[in-house]
T-cell receptor
Framework: AQSVAQPEDQVNVAEGNPLTVKCTYSVSGNPYLFWYVQYPNRGLQFLLKYITGDNLVKGSYGFEAEFNKSQTSFHLKKPSALVSDSALYFC??????????????FGRGTSLIVHP | DTGVSQDPRHKITKRGQNVTFRCDPISEHNRLYWYRQTLGQGPEFLTYFQNEAQLEKSRLLSDRFSAERPKGSFSTLEIQRTEQGDSAMYLCASNQLEGANYGYTFGSGTRLTVV
């Protein structure tokens, strides 16, 4: 079985400060990991993914995420937050071992609020 | 290509009525997915198609729900005898088989309110 946890319902950060949105996962095999962002009344937008290779993944809008296998984490980071980054962020995982299904499991989401 | 389109954006219906939603994926994408999202939750998988074949259905997809993708292009999701618990955002997403590990492109969703 595969699962993902986003331990924080909300993250508050001041504009210009670094931000981190946390994600931990559980899979029986190896994970494919994704981050998506959702703005109000919109669908989800793909930010970045980890499939294999370098543990530090760079994505859209200056976001990056670090894959840590020993801690089963894939935290989303940005060096300097913008007010426009305020949105819902979803982490998703797919267990490679399940094979064929290609259906990831999404976390409950974390609301990021960037204060001016 | 304008991305994944969903219609309507909003639907208010009375309990017991049937509703149908449409999704037009990115034209070259052969995989199409339906998800449901309720307030405070992440998207929950409902079903997906590869071309016109429905390959997987979640246990969330009760017998009141049916989805089709008759020509391997657009898809419809029908809910019969709607219940208040069906109120949610219904999201459609697509990707290509070869890039299936590389994330989805989501539509803006159809928000269903059952009164």
């Amino acid at each position: 079985a595969q699962s993902v946890a986003q331990p924080e319902d909300q993250v508050n950060v001041a504009e210009g400060n670094p931000l981190t949105v946390k994600c931990t996962y559980s899979v029986s095999g190896n994970p494919y990991l994704f981050w998506y962002v959702q703005y109000p009344n919109r669908g989800l937008q793909f930010l970045l993914k980890y499939i294999t290779g370098d543990n530090l993944v760079k994505g859209s809008y200056g976001f990056e995420a670090e894959f840590n296998k020993s801690q089963t984490s894939f935290h989303l980071k940005k060096p300097s937050a913008l007010v426009s980054d305020s949105a819902l962020y979803f982490c998703a995982v797919r267990d490679i071992k399940t094979g064929g299904s290609y259906i990831p499991t999404f976390g409950r989401g974390t609301s990021l609020i960037v204060h001016p | 290509d304008t991305g994944v389109s969903q219609d309507p954006r909003h639907k208010i219906t009375k309990r017991g009525q049937n509703v149908t939603f449409r999704c037009d994926p990115i034209s070259e994408h052969n995989r199409l997915y339906w998800y449901r999202q309720t307030l405070g939750q992440g998207p929950e998988f409902l079903t997906y198609f590869q071309n016109e074949a429905q390959l997987e259905k979640s246990r969330l997809l009760s017998d009141r729900f049916s989805a089709e993708r008759p020509k391997g292009s657009f898809s419809t999701l029908e809910i019969q005898r709607t219940e208040q618990g069906d109120s949610a955002m219904y999201l459609c997403a697509s990707n290509q088989l070869e890039g299936a590990n590389y994330g989805y492109t989501f539509g803006s969703g159809t928000r269903l309110t059952v009164v």
